[in-house]
């Protein structure tokens, strides 16, 4: 039987390009105090572990160090089937349609088969464009009037959201959804074709490939799904390939003339 809670074993909070080492050890404090163990840090400027375990205290050194470092937001997000990101800006591309207590109920029954990563972005910035194409979901923390959060307090927010979500999600069924890594070989291979046969523009293919992931991450796709349309693409190769190849055996060139052939003289 389905559980009524976030499954907190399957749920990792990353840190993408933090700033300072303090925040770092102030935010596994956090996620040890709501239960969660997974902190994920991605290309840190300072990671200075005695100022991490400063903030971090002794009730999470465990945390600390079971952290796992990456250099590269792609890379550490790879394993995990579904991705949330956080920001305070809101419009153009970021189509932020969650809070945090309703994405954390929406957490319960895709967390029971599914990785999921929380990504808070750098102290001062926040996530770019290029780091959200990476999300299923963004999640704003609404704020009265001063929208910015330190990055420990917002960790604790989505954290406690999640730790408090005990309603039961009914018979509600979330399958095993494709992972980050392939649904990134999916879109690779489908902006390639797609340029291949012209139907985005090559100048410019992130922007035109924007509204698809958009379209598949609303449909949250399962690895057989993936690896489906992965085959339709090859096969869409194959067949212009072929199709090209038959174009060319056909088009025989016109026969030369052999000499000594033509009118004879009487």
């Known amino acids: 039987m389905m559980s009524g809670r976030v499954i907190l074993d399957n749920i990792a909070i990353v840190l993408q390009q933090p700033r300072y080492p303090e925040n770092i050890g102030a935010a596994a404090r956090a996620i040890r105090n709501m239960g969660i163990r997974q902190l994920v840090v991605v290309n840190p400027r300072d990671f200075d572990i005695p100022r991490v375990l400063k903030m971090a205290t002794h009730s999470a050194t465990d945390v600390v160090d079971a952290i796992s470092l990456h250099d590269d937001l792609k890379h550490a997000l790879s394993p995990y089937h579904y991705v949330v990101g956080t920001t305070a800006r809101l419009g153009g591309q970021r189509q932020v349609f969650k809070s945090p207590s309703v994405l954390a109920q929406n957490l319960i029954p895709i967390s029971q088969e599914n990785q999921v990563a929380i990504v808070f972005g750098p102290e001062d910035r926040g996530l770019s464009n290029e780091d959200i194409r990476y999300c299923h979901a963004l999640v704003n923390i609404p704020t009265a009037e001063f929208s910015s959060l330190n990055l420990a307090q917002a960790v604790m927010v989505m954290c406690y959201e999640m730790f408090n979500a005990t309603q039961e999600a009914g018979k509600k069924f979330v399958p095993r959804l494709a992972s980050r890594h392939e649904l990134d070989g999916m879109y690779e291979q489908l902006r390639e ?72 003289d009487d």
């Open 193 to 264: 074709i797609l340029v291949r046969i012209s139907y985005i523009n090559p100048e410019n293919p992130d922007y035109w490939m924007n509204s698809l992931r958009h379209f598949f991450t609303r449909l949250q796709l399962r690895a057989k799904e993936v690896s489906m349309i992965r085959g339709i693409c090859r096969q869409v190769n194959w067949y212009g390939e072929k199709r090209f190849q038959d174009g060319r055996n056909t088009e025989k060139p016109a026969p030369e003339p052999v000499e000594g052939e033509g009118e004879k």
